[in-house]
DNA sequence: AACTCGGGGCA
DNA sequence: TGCCCAGAGTT
């Protein structure tokens, strides 16, 4: 086997770090991976997870999910937070997977991102996790953890799904979110980062003192 | 580009 | 008590 260049040394570190990386939503079909998708914005996974088995044990699809009235949903899903937007959200889009879908979870991205509440965050996780359609979904900690630890090769910064596609083996795409956004929540934090559980430093910009702010410009 | 949504977990 | 959370929609 040969020498590793740098990001290749860096994904094959992050993989020994995160063995068991995976989606941390619970979930058993694309329509209940959409929907916790949507209620995990900005709220955190176990929150997400506290409350979906429950809601998807009785509302298993987007027709009995329609059952419910939007009070009746807030209810359900009040202790997330942001809960009437998402309410709103959900049972719109509901609406649209039976009129437009025929009660499916589409797999085509304009399709995911034109229903209320989907962005490009979640459509790429739907795409990614339900369908296994390439694609990287990319957030706040996605592009902290890539900047930091340089993965657009020289000075370059991530902006873009596309910018770190381009920095990462195709095989990887799917699972490489995952290590970026556990190590972003677990140990690469925005403000105190826990370095000294990281086997990361050596290839790290914050590390060194040559962070990037929130505009991706060197400090 | 800035603003809004938000209850709950955790230090 | 204060800070922050697996974003998206609106202005």
Redesign the pocket.
């Known amino acids: 086997m040969g020498r590793l260049n740098r990001n290749e040394s860096i994904l094959t570190t992050l993989a020994e770090m995160y063995p068991d990386?995976?989606?941390?939503?619970i979930f058993r079909n694309p329509f209940e991976l959409l929907i916790a998708?949507?209620l995990?914005?900005?709220?955190?996974?176990?929150?997400?997870n506290?409350i979906t088995p429950g809601l998807f044990s009785r509302f298993p699809t987007p027709e009995s999910m329609l059952s419910l009235t939007q009070e009746e949903l807030?209810q359900e899903i009040?202790?997330?937070?942001?809960?009437?937007?998402?309410?709103r959200?959900i049972l719109a889009t509901c609406r649209l997977l039976v009129e437009k879908y025929g009660g499916q979870v589409p797999s085509v991205r304009v399709d995911l991102?034109s229903?209320?509440?989907?962005?490009?965050?979640?459509?790429s996780?739907v795409l990614a996790e339900a369908f296994q359609i390439p694609a990287i979904?990319v957030?706040?900690?996605v592009f902290r953890v890539s900047n930091r630890l340089g993965l657009a090769q020289g000075k370059d910064v991530v902006k873009t799904e596309e910018d770190l596609m381009k920095n990462i083996p195709m095989d990887q795409w799917r699972i490489a979110?995952?290590w970026l956004?556990?190590h972003?929540?677990q140990v690469c934090?925005?403000?105190k980062p826990a370095c000294g559980d990281c086997a990361l430093t050596a290839y790290c910009r914050h590390h060194t003192g040559n962070d990037y702010d929130e505009e991706g410009e060197a400090k």
Request: glycine share 8%; with cysteine; proline share 2%.
């Open positions: 990386a995976k989606c941390a939503l998708t949507i995990a914005a900005q709220a955190t996974d176990k929150s997400v506290k807030e009040k202790s997330i937070g942001l809960y009437k937007n998402k309410a959200n991102e229903l209320p509440g989907v962005g490009r965050k979640t459509a996780v979904a957030d706040t900690h979110h995952h956004i556990i972003g929540r934090h925005a403000r």
